[in-house]
């Protein structure tokens, strides 16, 4: 099926370990997004590409590095984890032209 | 002040109710205006666009007042299948990137 696909789903890790969470979109689209949603906080946006080659921070890039592999794929690292990572991590993506996007499913993050 | 704020939930209303949501947003220069929704554990998916005459969709119409920088959502005859969180959006002029409101959650009941 197309549309964003990311992985993992579930992730525990230990404070202190790294991970990459990966994103990838099959729809061609220029633009994608990383945002993490936390109870009562809605989603905010971490990092996102506006094109292939390009990243810049959003709203709360600390504890976080981005790479635009390709057109079709988006990482979001995490050097080193830490406890206020725990949350629910959304990669979205965007087709030049239209503003509204398309969500993959969601990677659940706890760091103990 | 957040970018944009909404009506802190939980709202719970009967099956047939009709039911409205309220939302703010902080930068006049934004174009832009959707209501997405969630359910529970899922990814966010777009409901409707907001225009400036106001638009509907079925029993969902949204209505934007840019004086005000004031969204609104209605759900008319509620269904059960309406429980879900709603999410205003608002995008930031620079770099088409969207802004979340907390959203409010939804329970309609038999």
């Known amino acids: 099926n197309a549309g964003v696909t990311q992985t993992p789903k579930f992730q525990v890790l230990k404070t202190g370990q790294s991970m990459t969470l990966q994103c990838a979109q099959d729809?061609?689209?220029?633009?994608m997004y990383w945002y993490r949603q936390d109870p009562g906080m809605g989603l905010r946006l971490i990092y996102y590409?506006?094109?292939?080659?390009?990243?810049d921070k959003g709203e709360v890039p600390n504890g976080y590095n981005v790479s635009r592999l390709n057109k079709r794929e988006f990482s979001l690292r995490l050097e080193s984890a830490a406890p206020s990572q725990t949350s629910v991590y959304f990669c979205?993506?965007?087709?030049?032209?239209?503003?509204?996007?398309?969500f993959g499913s969601g990677t659940r993050l706890t760091v103990v | 002040r957040k970018e944009v704020e909404q009506d802190p939930g939980p709202f719970n209303v009967p099956e047939g109710a009709t039911v409205a949501f309220n939302c703010t947003y902080s930068n006049s220069a934004s174009q832009s205006f959707f209501w997405y929704r969630q359910d529970c554990r899922k990814e966010p998916k777009l409901l409707m666009s907001?225009?400036?005459s106001g638009n509907e969709d079925g029993r969902f119409t949204a209505q934007l007042n840019r004086a005000s920088q004031y969204i609104s959502l209605l759900i008319r005859d509620s269904k059960l299948s309406d429980s879900a969180t709603y999410l205003c959006?608002?995008?930031?002029?620079?770099?088409?990137?969207?802004?979340f409101g907390q959203g409010t959650e939804l329970s309609v009941k038999p």
């Open positions: 907001v225009y400036s």
């Open positions: 590409s506006a094109s292939e080659g390009t990243t």
């Open positions: 959006v608002v995008n930031f002029p620079s770099g088409g990137k969207l802004i």
């Open positions: 729809m061609n689209h220029n633009s």
């Open positions: 979205a993506s965007r087709s030049r032209g239209t503003i509204s996007y398309t």
